[in-house]
Structures are given as C-alpha cells and as structure tokens.
C-alpha cells in the first residue's frame, strides 16, 4: 500500500511510548514502552493508520499485555487482523485478545526450535487461539 503514517500521534492515542531502540534495556523497560519504531511504521505504512492503531490498542488493552510492545508481537497481531479481516469484525475481538497471555505466548515461542521467525509462531498460537486453525493463506 505504501501509506504515509503519523506513528508518533497514533502510539500517543493509544497511549504508547516511542523510544530508540538504543535506550532499550530489558531490565528498566515498562509498560506501554515501544523499542521497535521500524516495525511500527512498517506496519503503518503496509496496513494503513486504523489498522496500526488497532494493533497497538489490542496489545495494551489487558495491563499485563501492555508490556508486549515487541515486534515479534506487533507482527504477528498485524498479519492475525490482515489475513483474517472477519476477525476486525467480532464484537469479542478485544475481550478475546484480553483475555490471552501475549507474554506467555511470545516466551513459548522463542523456546520452540522449528526454524521459524518468533513472530511465525506467535502468529500460529494467535490463529489456533482463535479458532482459525488450520492454516488458509494470508497477507503478509
């Protein structure tokens, strides 16, 4: 698509903070506090600013989500919603996605070894999350 996208405003409405990835430290990093600003705009750019603001919303809706602001995460909340556009639709959608371990998923994934990118494999336990198993084919 190639949309150009205020990132800064739309992470600011949803309450997210944008930092360099050159402050990032695992040890200090907080809720709501975004390292990965290339994947944000990325994401901007392919998907449009609703489509950006819907997957930045969706990962800070639960507390204990908000500090899953990883682009492993990003990606795969992207790609879930762009390959699945009857999801975008479900009146349950953020009370479904509050109610899972984004955390918990995005650490069982980085222990699998099966030679895929983490944020394949978060987007797998996304789909079977939400009944869209098997596998149909999807936007990148």
């Known amino acids: 698509m190639g949309q150009s996208v205020n990132i800064h405003k739309v992470a600011r409405e949803c309450g997210v903070v944008l930092r360099d ?45 908000a500090g899953e602001l990883y682009a492993d995460v990003l990606k795969a909340v992207s790609r879930l919603l762009a390959g699945n556009p009857d999801l975008v639709r479900r009146p349950s959608l953020v009370d479904d996605f509050n109610a899972i371990d984004l955390g918990a998923l995005r650490r069982g994934a980085r222990t699998m070894k099966y030679g895929m990118a ?21 936007a990148a």
Request: glycine share 8%; hydrophobic share 30%.
């Open 118 to 138: 983490t944020s394949d494999e978060i987007l797998v336990a996304l789909r079977m999350q939400f009944g869209l198993w098997p596998y149909r084919g999807e």
């Open 21 to 65: 990835w050159q402050h990032h430290s695992p040890t200090s990093r907080r809720a709501r506090e975004c390292f990965c600003k290339p994947t944000v705009r990325e994401i901007g750019r392919r998907h449009g600013e609703s489509h950006l603001r819907l997957v930045l919303m969706l990962v800070t809706g639960n507390p204990d989500n």
